[in-house]
Nanobody, 127 residues
Framework: QGPLVESGGGSVESGGSLRLSCTYTPSRYCMGWFRQGPGNEREEGVAGLDSDGTTSYADSVKGRFTISQDNAKKTLYLQMNNLKPEDTARYFC???????????????????????WGQGTQVTVLS
């Protein structure tokens, strides 16, 4: 399996938007986004995308963040709107999946189902 490479992080004012990208090779159909905030030892699940297109989101980002994928470009996206200071973190994309019921599931709250991780991109939201 090839690497996952995130980009698109940066500093933004509270209420602003950013779009993160994660390029990968070969094609992948079950992926997610996680983040690790300052002082946090463990990553927090943000969004997941199952192989059938089903999405899942943490309550803290629901309605503000959108996960999507363009397999022709081999790129996973995370559109982040109405950013808040508490969204400040290093964001990681991950690939993997738990096969169940004919679908590879990549739920945001099941990091143990992801076997390949990127190096992350920093997002800082200024208050």
């Amino acid at each position: 399996q090839g690497p996952l490479v995130e980009s698109g992080g940066g500093s933004v004012e509270s209420g602003g938007s950013l779009r993160l990208s994660c390029t990968y090779t070969p094609s992948r159909y079950c992926m997610g986004w996680f983040r690790q905030g300052p002082g946090n030892e463990r990553e927090e699940g943000v969004a997941g995308l199952d192989s059938d297109g089903t999405t899942s989101y943490a309550d803290s980002v629901k309605g503000r963040f959108t996960i999507s994928q363009d397999n022709a470009k081999k790129t996973l996206y995370l559109q982040m709107n109405n950013l808040k200071p508490e969204d400040t973190a290093r964001y990681f994309c991950a690939a993997g999946g738990f096969y169940s019921g004919g679908v590879y599931q990549c739920k945001y709250n099941r990091p143990e189902h992801f076997g390949t991780w990127g190096q992350g991109t920093q997002v800082t939201v200024l208050s």
